[in-house]
Nanobody, 121 residues
Framework: QVQLVESGGGLVQAGGSLRLSCAAS????????MAWFRQAPGKEREFVAA?????RYADSVKGRFTISRDNAKNTVYLHMSSLKPEDTAVYYC?????????????????WGQGTQVTVSS
C-alpha cells in the first residue's frame, strides 16, 4: 500500500479557489494511478478526478478542477476553481497500482485521511 496525507482544505467563498495536495510514500509513486474522491454529509463517497498517463474528471467538476502530479515530489494536486457550495465535502486522496484511470472506490487500495473543504454562499 501507499501512505497518503492530504492537506490544503479550508473555508472559501463561492467562486473562489483552493488547491489540495496529497503527499505519498511507500510504493513507487510514478507507477500509481492517483485520484481524488469526495464525500459530502449524508452522501456516498464519489469520484472527482484521476491521473496516470492521462486524466479523467467527474462531469460535475469538468472545466473547474484540475488534477496534476509531481512525480519528483511524490505529490498529487487538485486545483479547484469557481467553487460552489455543493463542492463542500471531505476530499480524499486515493492510489492504485493498476494503471487504469479508475473511478470506482473498490479499484483503489490506499486512502488518505481526508481534508475538509467548505464553500460558503
Amino acid at each position: 500500500q501507499v501512505q497518503l496525507v492530504e492537506s490544503g482544505g479550508g473555508l472559501v467563498q463561492a467562486g473562489g479557489s483552493l488547491r489540495l495536495s496529497c503527499a505519498a510514500s511507500g510504493r513507487t509513486f510514478a507507477g500509481q494511478t492517483m485520484a481524488w474522491f469526495r464525500q459530502a454529509p449524508g452522501k456516498e463517497r464519489e469520484f472527482v478526478a484521476a491521473i496516470m498517463w492521462a486524466v479523467r474528471y467527474a462531469d460535475s467538476v469538468k472545466g473547474r478542477f484540475t488534477i496534476s502530479r509531481d512525480n519528483a515530489k511524490n505529490t498529487v494536486y487538485l486545483h479547484m476553481s469557481s467553487l460552489k457550495p455543493e463542492d463542500t465535502a471531505v476530499y480524499y486522496c486515493a492510489a492504485t497500482g493498476t494503471g487504469a484511470l479508475a473511478r470506482t472506490l473498490g479499484d483503489y487500495d490506499s486512502w488518505g485521511q481526508g481534508t475538509q473543504v467548505t464553500v460558503s454562499s
